[in-house]
C-alpha cells in the first residue's frame, strides 16, 4: 500500500456553507499526494455537511468522511482523524479555511531544506479576511523564525489551517487533549510537541486564508481570557503568579497580533 505524504486533517462542524471551497482549495493543490481526512463533528444540520463532503468523495478517493456519533469537539475530531491519517506529515486544515493552490508544495520545499533535526511542526503566515473570503479585515499575519516551548507560553503565532507536523519527529505518540474541546485545545497540542525537546519553525509566506467568522468562539479575544488562564493554571500546572505574567504576555501579544496597521 502506498501511503500520501500528507494527510490533511479537517474537523467539521456545521460546515455545509463553507467546507466545499475548502475541499476545492485541497484538490487545487499544485501538490498531489496527500490524503483529505474530513470528520463530521456530530453536525445539526441534518446531513448537509456530510452530503458536501461525499459529493467530493465520490469523485476523488483522495477526500475520506468518518462521522462521529456523538459531538466530540474540535479536538476529539482532530483525535479521530490522526488515528486514520496514513501520511508521515499531518497538514491541518479547518473546514471554513482556505489555502492557496501552492501551499503544500512550498510548505514541502520548506520542510526538505530545513537543517534542524528537532524542527517538527512547520507553519506559515496567513490573511485574515472576512466570512465571504473577499476581503482582507486585518493585515496579513507573519510571525517567522524559530519557536521553543518557552517561547509559545508568551505568544503561540501557529494557526492551525497554516500548520503541518512531521509525525516522525515525535519521540512518543501526541493528540488532542479532548477534556479541552474546542478551546486552547491546538495550543496545548503545540505545546504538548515541543516539550519532547522538539522546536516549530515559521516561515513568511503567506498561504492560507483565514475566515474570520462572526460566530467564531475565537472571534472575541474577551471569550478567549478565562480558557487560556485555564491552561496556563491548571493543565501546566503553574502557580498563580506565573499564571498572572503569562496570561499578562499572552495579552498584549494578541493586541498586538489583532490591532489595524
Known amino acids: 500500500m502506498t501511503h500520501p505524504v500528507f494527510s490533511i ?30 470528520v463530521d463533528d456530530c453536525s445539526p444540520d441534518n446531513g448537509e455537511g456530510i452530503a458536501v463532503v461525499n459529493s467530493f ?3 476523488d478517493s483522495r477526500i475520506k468522511l468518518i462521522p462521529l456519533s456523538q459531538n466530540r469537539g474540535s479536538s476529539g475530531a482532530r483525535n479521530e482523524a490522526l488515528r486514520n491519517a496514513c501520511g508521515r506529515y499531518w497538514a491541518f486544515l479547518d473546514s471554513d479555511d482556505i489555502w492557496h ?15 534542524d533535526k528537532q524542527a517538527a511542526v512547520f507553519y506559515c503566515g ?34 492551525p489551517s497554516a500548520a503541518i507536523v512531521d509525525s516522525t519527529k515525535l519521540k512518543h505518540p501526541v493528540f488532542f487533549r479532548e477534556e479541552l474541546r474546542n478551546l486552547r485545545d491546538d495550543y496545548v497540542f503545540w505545546l504538548d510537541i515541543l516539550a519532547q525537546e522538539l522546536v516549530a519553525v515559521g516561515y513568511d509566506d503567506i498561504l492560507v486564508d483565514y475566515r474570520m467568522r462572526n460566530d ?11 480558557p487560556q488562564w485555564n491552561i496556563y493554571r491548571n493543565v501546566l500546572k503553574m502557580n498563580i503568579f506565573k499564571s498572572f505574567f503569562y496570561l499578562c504576555s499572552w495579552a498584549l501579544n494578541g493586541i498586538r497580533k489583532y490591532k489595524k496597521i
Open 126 to 159: 496567513y490573511r485574515r479576511m472576512d466570512e465571504l473570503c473577499k476581503q482582507e479585515l486585518l493585515p496579513a499575519y507573519i510571525c517567522a523564525g524559530i519557536k521553543t516551548y518557552h517561547t509559545l507560553l508568551y505568544h503561540c503565532p501557529i494557526f
Open 216 to 226: 467564531s468562539l475565537t472571534a472575541s479575544k474577551k471569550k478567549m481570557i478565562y
Open 101 to 115: 493552490p501552492d501551499y503544500l508544495k512550498i510548505m514541502k520545499k520548506h520542510i526538505d531544506s530545513c537543517s
Open 57 to 59: 468523495a465520490k469523485n
Open 9 to 38: 486533517i479537517t474537523p467539521m462542524y456545521k460546515g455545509a456553507s463553507l467546507v466545499a471551497a475548502t475541499i476545492k482549495s485541497v484538490i487545487a493543490q499544485e501538490f498531489p499526494d496527500w490524503e483529505m481526512i474530513i
